[in-house]
């Protein structure tokens, strides 16, 4: 089944595919790996880009059941296509979006003493899921203040903690974090325990606890950066040839006059820039090498500065009869979201977070 938003093919000059059947996979896979742990995911920032409408049905027919989000909004968002998920609302508690939170039966996960003291007058009872920080210092209660959060009278249901640096599977801050949450759960035998983010899914700890919260592995970002991906891609963005044009040597191209033409170079320019998250900083210039994009095969080096709408392409290596009709690919045809990340002084993440409003939308499965 394929269904498409966001502007008209006709009308767009970049298309994105999202593979639904590749996000199910991936999250199939985790859910595996973790077993018999429970498998969520995390689909805050519109699913990291890929859109909530569709991720969070896709998920839940692949058997997710808990969802995480940032913001109570995307929250309501998750409710609206999954009616019977369990949704956890991750930075922490905002006097005003209490009623929301209730209306909607969203969980907010009590990230400080505020929090709670807010939650408990609010009458609710039960705290679902408190974060303690052990190490981050980026939300959380310190662990020497649980005690007195069960003192308020909050059942805690799920009891939380975010790593540092999970990505590097050797760093000691890890054994260190998963120690002093450990101190802290023993005080809360009956809470659950969530530590692991996608990365700490494939530490050799295996801080799996009760419930496990990826997210960027699921969107087919590379959770053991150094080594292979074990996930599937999922996204696919190819752009527009709009124009192709020959520059001679000693010609500069684009702004500023950042990129000089070392042969007589064949340019062809797309119609996407960093209005469409693109990021700039992947332009490609005299002394740096910039993002590449694949067109027909040939991977093709980005010639000058990202504009605004438009990005240009140095093409002189690919077959001249090739080039008619082709398209250029920015994300898929081997180019991954950590390797357009990696060009753009970035990670992934911000790549996926950042995918435009102007694409013509395509998902598949
Ligand atoms: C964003 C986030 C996650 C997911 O992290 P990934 O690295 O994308 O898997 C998990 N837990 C918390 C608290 C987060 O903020």
Not at 208 to 237: D, F, I, K
Not at 271 to 292: K, N, Q, V
Request: hydrophobic share 45%; proline share 5%.
């Amino acid at each position: 089944m394929t269904e498409t938003s966001g502007p008209e093919v006709a009308d767009s000059q970049a298309v994105l595919t999202i593979d639904l059947a590749a996000l199910a996979a991936n999250w199939r896979a985790l859910a595996e790996r973790v077993a018999p742990a429970e498998c969520g995911a995390v689909v805050k920032a519109d699913a990291y880009g890929i859109g909530i409408e569709a991720a969070a049905p896709a998920l839940a027919k692949a058997g997710c059941r808990t969802f995480f989000v940032a913001h109570a909004s995307e929250g309501r968002r998750v409710r609206a296509v999954v009616p019977h998920a369990v949704i956890y609302v991750l930075n922490g508690l905002l006097a005003a979006s209490i009623p929301s939170l209730l209306a909607h039966d969203l969980r907010p996960v009590l990230g400080s003493l505020d929090d709670a003291a807010l939650w408990a007058q609010a009458g609710a009872g039960r705290a679902w899921a408190l974060h303690v920080d052990t190490g981050m210092n980026r939300l959380g209660v310190a662990p020497g203040d649980v005690a007195s959060i069960a003192d308020m009278g909050l059942v805690i249901d799920v009891l939380m903690t975010h790593f540092v640096s999970s990505e590097a599977a050797d760093d000691k801050t890890n054994d260190a974090q998963i120690a002093r949450f450990a101190s802290v759960r023993t005080a809360l035998p009956q809470a659950r325990a969530s530590l692991a983010n996608s990365s700490a899914l494939f530490l050799p700890q295996k801080p799996y606890g009760a419930l496990v919260r990826p997210g960027y592995a699921l969107y087919g970002g590379n959770p053991t950066p150094g080594t292979e991906n074990p996930m599937q891609a999922v996204v696919r963005l190819e752009a527009q040839i709009l124009q192709i044009r020959t520059v001679e040597t000693g010609e500069t191209v684009g702004y500023n006059a950042q990129w000089t033409a070392r042969r007589r170079t064949r340019l062809a320019t797309i119609g996407i820039g960093y209005a469409d998250g693109l990021p700039r900083a992947a332009m490609g210039i005299d002394d740096r090498a910039g993002g590449e994009a694949m067109v027909a095969g040939v991977l093709c080096p980005f010639a000058g500065r990202v504009s605004m709408d438009l990005t240009m392409i140095d093409v002189t290596d690919v077959p001249k009869e090739r080039l008619a009709g082709a398209t250029a690919v920015l994300l898929g045809d081997g180019i991954k979201v950590d390797d357009l990340g990696r060009r753009s002084a970035t990670i992934g993440y911000e790549i996926l977070t950042r995918l435009g409003a102007r694409y013509h939308r395509v998902y598949l499965g």
